[in-house]
């Protein structure tokens, strides 16, 4: 059991039980850095392994608070970016920080903007698990889009997509934006970079995230000494370094320097490198900081990235498909508007204890969501967070019972025996 010395009381992490080492262990000597613990943050506890649903603009599309604690969510992760767009910053701050504005109350997350500010820069959406065999430009842009963001040393220089407006992020108008926003856990400014860009470039990138990440630590030591009185916001510094192990290992020391509370593994990694990425990070990590994955949600990404040290895990994917009709089940991923639905009426999936299902036929969510119902958003949704959350709850009961292996292979096994997605 440790705690993280920066801010007893205010913001900790502990862990309870860690994996034991096996064959498969990817991290030094065969270690395995997955393990279950608890966060402490002023809005309350997280416990880990936990799934984090994404909560963009300060509301879950189409599900109520509410209902999201009923599902099980253990805290709320929104985007700085979207929300200095709109409603601004100092809204959200007078009106008491995130967690009152939105209704939630509990804990709650903000990534930097950064993801956002740097994807306009080459018009991607996904840098993730992309498959880029024999492709390197760091000038490529998707198809179609004005390139809207430069990066300079500085920071980033953007056009808003909103109204075309030009704007500055650096590492202190982050930490500014973020400290107003008033999430419990923060996200450093750092560089994005995709599997696209040159081993030259993720080099000055990572160099230049650690100059960012130097004074994230700064502005936010000073901004939490000039807002005292708050709850204390802790921040998570994020590893960049692209597929590279080298650069990834120097990324976590780095990082792992400065005064971070906690680490975010961030950026472009490959999926077959998923695992692999995350344990040369906690090599270079002390123990005591929680690790927070940024962005992935496919199922068998979720259990590398536990077995690997991943602490929590947050994703759009199960919001976002469930609006398209994709529903996660432990067989499989499958769209419920497909016509062989239309007069099915059992639940979505047997037995799953979410309200859908609980309430709901497989005929009446195909019909919702054909007729563009906002229901049929609602009862989607609700039922994939609830599959995410739970996952995550059975990862955790599976590494303190002792049986992860066991479960990790019968899940995915099952999952993915019709060659499911996701
Ligand atoms: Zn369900």
Known sequence: ????????????????????PSAQGLGRDGRRYGRTGLIHTPHGDIQTPAFIPVATQAAMKAVLPEQMKDLGAQALLSNAFHLFERPGEDVIDQAGGLGKFMGWAGPTFTDSGGFQVLSLGAGFKKTLAMDVTGMKSDEVIAEGKERLAFVDEDGVTFKSPLNGSEHRFSAEISMGIQHKIGADIMFAFDELTTLMNTRGYQEQSVERTFRWAK?????????????AGKPYQALYGVVQGANYEDLRRKAASEIASLEFDGVGIGGAI??????QTCAWICDEMPEERPRHILGIAAVDDIFAGVENGGDTFDCVSPARCGRNGAVFTRDGRWNIKRTQFRRDFSPIEADCDCYTCQHYTRAYVCHL????????YTLATIHNERFFVRLLDEIRASISGG???????????RFYAHGSKG
Do not use: I, W
């Open 215 to 227: 004074r994230c630590v700064a502005e936010h030591q000073r901004l939490t000494a000039e807002r």
């Open 270 to 275: 490959e999926k077959r490198l998923l695992g």
């Open 369 to 376: 969501l054909h007729a563009h119902e906002l229901n049929g």
């Open 1 to 20: 059991m440790s705690t993280t010395g920066s801010n007893p009381g205010t913001f900790s992490f502990e862990s309870t039980h860690s994996l034991a």
């Open 403 to 413: 049986y992860f292996d066991d479960y990790k292979r019968e899940t995915l096994a």
